[in-house]
């Protein structure tokens, strides 16, 4: 799993980050090497290292779809529970890393949708 390439905005529950890295993948965390950098450029780091964008912001949406930034991917993260947002989010990523490159991606509790 180590050809996993993630960056955590700041948004993201940390604990998403560890256990990421706990199952072997490469994630980039915001909060740890960069903090409070604004968001397009953090879209810039994830693009420049092409990597999986994980996000809890709503903003990257905006960046991608009306101002048309480009990306490498990123997975919008909409789980309400702490627990089981760990758990989707992992698991999501597990499953379907692939699908989610390059795309916009959004999970909530109920599913993963992976726009074209």
């Known amino acids: 799993m180590a050809a996993y390439q993630l960056v955590?905005?700041?948004s993201v529950d940390y604990r998403i980050v560890i256990s990421l890295r706990a199952l072997g993948m490469t994630v980039y965390s915001i909060s740890e090497q960069q903090p409070?950098?604004?968001?397009?450029t953090v879209l810039s780091i994830a693009r420049e290292?092409?990597?999986l964008l994980l996000t809890e912001d709503k903003d990257f949406g905006e960046l991608v779809f009306r101002l048309q930034l480009p990306h490498c991917g990123i997975l919008l993260i909409r789980v309400d529970e702490a627990e089981q947002?760990?758990?989707?989010?992992t698991e999501a990523i597990k499953k379907h890393y692939p699908e989610m490159k390059n795309k916009f991606s959004v999970i909530n509790n109920r599913k993963l949708r992976i726009k074209e």
């Open 85 to 89: 947002k760990i758990a989707t989010t």
């Open 49 to 51: 290292n092409e990597a």
């Open 36 to 40: 409070s950098i604004k968001d397009d």
């Open 8 to 10: 955590a905005d700041e």
